[in-house]
């Protein structure tokens, strides 16, 4: 088409069709590689990958003790339940419950209950870690925020969380140790 | 004939623009005449880092430099690149002692170090190591290859390491300092530190001089520049892709700019 | 804006949004159908490219922003933590370090193409005065994202160019002292510069939108300097412009590509690989390439407070230019003498950037004031008078007369 006294047309849609597509389209995954290592860079970096994973040391604990322990900046609770509190673990009903899972499928080792002390319902940290603390009518953790009761197997048993308390990956490497994560 | 000659001018001023631009760091390494480029095998647009020479050059920081030099930009776990298993780089890293706490009564205690934990340093402090070394400080390693840029990098670590010699007859040696004929002004507060043999490698390589100079030399560049593999590896990539759709744009504006003329 | 009928949408989404906040037809008219005179080359892509580096060096910097610490005990490390252990840190640092070089370079070139072909005379004078702000502002976030790593240069750059500012009589200890937010630089001044490196970006994006409004009244310029007179003369920007500033923009990305991946600190001074340190200045310090023309002005002139006056004057003068120059003919194309003395001063502004980098001694102080001399002297003297005397061409009739006449000439790339 000579050069005419209008400004130019687009060309006609089908002559840029292909070339065009393809030069847009490669721009397009030029733009998403592009994208990707900066989407990236905000996932956990290596250094936060590293510390990861906690050992715990389990021997100094007396039977009915709670401890706290920070891992992946949240707190991991571990209890060392007395003989009453595991057989009425693994005495629930616990197919009737919200969230159906028995004691043995929560715990490496009967005596410790270790579970992630965030509330499934909206994050909030329940209580009953400390010997005075409110541990609610299922003798495990209570939350206050909303008013969810747990079990002495961190599992829940009333009030709105839907969920149990998350038990984290964990191994004893000894009789004494874990290492969670 | 008269609109290509700007056009010509332009790009022959650019490049001298950026000749001049460059100028600065090239004269910067023409210094130290005597520093010789080594054949390394991580340069190049292809270049890799020699796992086994990066392996041996650590155990050439850890069994001698690491007496006075920290690095304190690496951490244990960074070792993985190097080829270590995870149990070695844990038993690696519990052989030293690092300060943590407090406690739940409140006091600092000492604990074995992770493999999350920093490089550990061989002084608490500057002050520390000064007064340790006669007043010099020996400086921190993680970033000493990019410091000597200017100077030859790797290759100017392997001279000054090789350099060391009886000073000539004629040359008057500060007591306490070592001489070197690299090093700016020949004399240096670092003693020789690489003698046949010091070490025994645990790959069986024989500890010449020349050979522990050339892997720690390697394990420092690694040290300061990690990411040189990932990196050449992703610039080529990111070249092929750019030059393929710089034929697709072109055959694009072509077709488009047909239609001018 | 045509005489074509409205309807310019098909989707009858974009035309409800559009008939409510016409953002669809302002975008078609300035990025789609705006009329860009159909001779520009591909000296005219570098304004493209300049905005997209713009826009890459803001996403890159947000996101190493989320990395950084801005804080004299933990920024160096925290850059550190980036180039080690933050997934992909390294190729978004490099590409931020690199890309304020890449970026000046484009910008360079920029301006320098509206020198030659007298994009900044009426009437475009306010965008060209408001590119050389852009300038300016570009300088001053360079300088403050320079000091963040906290590096050697970092440190005793922030100490000299905040010196600069205590030159000014009375006054000047005090301004040096309320740039520090103390009594020398430190956490304060940091802490600051982080705070100013961040925001400055987004001025230049407003005034980069005030420059492309004040572009697209009057129109693009072209290498002939001569105003459009029809249609014919014009193109759309979209496919005609769009396909050959994308061509210009890979082969700038190709270039920069290189230096990232395979010369990334090539750029750098080795000396900001060691960490600040307040009681001992490195013996040798230059700027960035980018700054070397100014630096050698400011050495120059034996002078303090003179020099500092230089100094600001060598960017300041540009914002005049437009009115040192009185020559009604745009295009150096038809100027056969000024020609000459600008791509002298070319040569001028790239002599003076050798003498920035070289040690203050002799002979190079000597040549920084004889390069000096001719920069002022080619905006204060050189330019007014040959706009007087000076006999430029013949100029053609229109655009389209000489495209036309030779239209078998090479393709310019």
Sequence with gaps: MPASSKPLPFPPAERRDFLGLLAAST????????????????????????????????????????????????????????????????????????????????????????????????????????????????????????????????????????????????DFIDDTTIRIG | MMKRKPLFLYSLLCSLLWACVLAPSLSLAAEQATVAKQPWSFRGIFGSFDKASLRRGYEVYDQVCASCHSLRFLHYRDLETLGYSRAQIAALAARLEVEDGPNDEGEMFSRAALPSDRFVAPFANDEAARTANLGALPPDLSLIVAQLAGKGGADFIYALLTGYSEPPESFELTPGLSYNKVFKGNAIAMPAPLFEDMIAYSDGEKASVERMARDVAQFLAWASDPSLEQRKRIGLRVVIFLTLFFVVAFLYKRRVWARVR | MSKNPPPLFRNPVVRWLDERLPLFSMLRKEYIDYPTPRNVNYFWSFGAIATLMLLLMIATGLMLAMQYTPHVDMAFSSVQRIMRDVNYGWLLRTIHMNGASMFFFAVYIHLYRGMYYGSYKKPRELLWILGVLIFLLMMATAFTGYVLPWGQMSYWAATVITNLFSAIPWIGEDIVQFLWGGFSVDNPTLNRFFVLHFLLPFVIVAVVVLHVAALHVPGSNNPDGIEVKSKRDTLPFHPYITSKDSLALIVFGIGYAVIVFYAPNYLNHPDNAIPANPLSTPEHIVPEWYFLPFYAILRAIPNKLLGVIALFGGVAILFFLPFLDRSKVRSCRYRPLYRWFLWLFVVDAVFLGWLGSKPAEEPYILWARLATAYYFGFFLVITPVLGIVERPRPLPVSISEPVLKTASRPRAS
């Design chain 1, 27 to 170: 721009g397009a995954v030029g733009a998403a590689a592009l994208a990707w290592p900066m989407l990236d860079s905000m996932n956990p970096a290596k250094d936060v990958l590293a510390l990861a994973s906690i050992e715990v040391d389990l021997s100094p604990m007396e039977v009915g003790q709670s401890i706290t322990v920070k891992w992946r900046g949240k707190p991991v609770f571990i209890r060392y339940r007395s003989e009453e509190e595991i057989q009425q673990a693994e005495r629930t009903d616990w197919q009737s419950l919200r969230d159906p899972q028995s004691d043995a499928e929560r715990v490496k080792n009967s005596a410790f209950i270790v579970v992630v002390g965030i509330c499934t319902h909206l994050g909030c940290v329940p209580l009953g870690q400390k010997d005075t603390s409110e541990r609610g009518a299922y003798g495990g953790w209570f939350c206050p925020c909303h008013g969810s009761y747990y079990d002495g197997s961190g599992r829940a048993r009333q009030g709105p969380a839907p969920k149990n308390l998350v038990v984290p990956p964990y």
